[in-house]
């Protein structure tokens, strides 16, 4: 039963794939797209059973594995123009925000337009201004409609550490005893 690994997955998507499920491949940064393809499909053709540890892709037998890399791949890079396209509706609601909410001074007509254009956008939460213009809708007063962008789990790890290395620095140390300010 031989399967093709969809063109969508780079060569970084593959060896992030193959590390955070613990595949037994030995792969270097130096080796193509097609040499850890090619070491992929070895795999399936020795292992017919295999356990996969507990991940983020949610694969736990080697069909799934399989399913999974012959699907496209869900976190697909955006062509320039896509981007710009998302880019841009996220400024369109950034506009919005900026001004009170309100529809006269925006390029909506209607909510429902703004409301379409966040779903649309949303599934793009790796993109900073993406998951700024879906923070302010929320912040809007009176809505009802809250919307959360989707981040990928590598994008969540990487916002973690960063916040966590923010953190560090911001420790608060408070000391008791009498003290003697003057000023001058």
């Known amino acids: 039963m031989s399967?093709?690994?969809h063109k969508s997955f780079t060569k970084n998507d593959l060896i992030d794939i193959c590390s955070d499920i613990s595949l037994p491949i030995v792969y270097s940064k130096d080796d193509t797209?097609?040499?850890i393809q090619?070491?992929?499909?070895?795999?399936?053709?020795?292992?017919?059973?295999?356990?996969?540890?507990?991940?983020?892709?949610?694969?736990k037998v080697l069909m799934d594995l399989?399913?999974?890399?012959t699907a496209e791949n869900p976190n697909?890079?955006?062509t320039s123009k896509e981007k710009d396209k998302i880019i841009f509706l996220s400024k369109k609601i950034l506009h919005y925000g900026a001004n009170d909410y309100n529809l006269k001074y925006s390029d909506y007509e209607t909510t429902q337009e703004i409301i379409d254009d966040l779903?649309?956008?949303?599934?793009?939460?790796?993109?900073?201004?993406?998951?700024k213009a879906v923070e302010c809708w929320n912040k809007q007063h009176g809505t009802k409609i809250k919307i959360t962008p989707y981040i990928s789990h590598k994008k969540k790890q990487e916002l973690e550490k960063k916040r966590?290395?923010?953190?560090?620095?911001?420790k608060l140390k408070v000391e008791t005893g009498k003290f003697i300010v003057?000023?001058?």
């Not at 399989?66 to 890399?69: A, T």
């Not at 966590?164 to 911001?170: G, P, R």
């Open 3 to 5: 399967f093709t690994i």
């Open 33 to 35: 797209k097609h040499d």
């Open 38 to 59: 090619t070491k992929i499909y070895t795999f399936f053709k020795e292992w017919k059973q295999y356990s996969f540890p507990t991940n983020h892709y949610k694969i």
């Open 66 to 69: 399989r399913l999974y890399l």
């Open 76 to 78: 697909k890079r955006l």
């Open 119 to 131: 779903y649309y956008i949303a599934k793009y939460g790796d993109i900073l201004s993406v998951r």
């Open 164 to 170: 966590q290395y923010k953190m560090k620095d911001q």
């Open 182 to 184: 003057t000023f001058n």
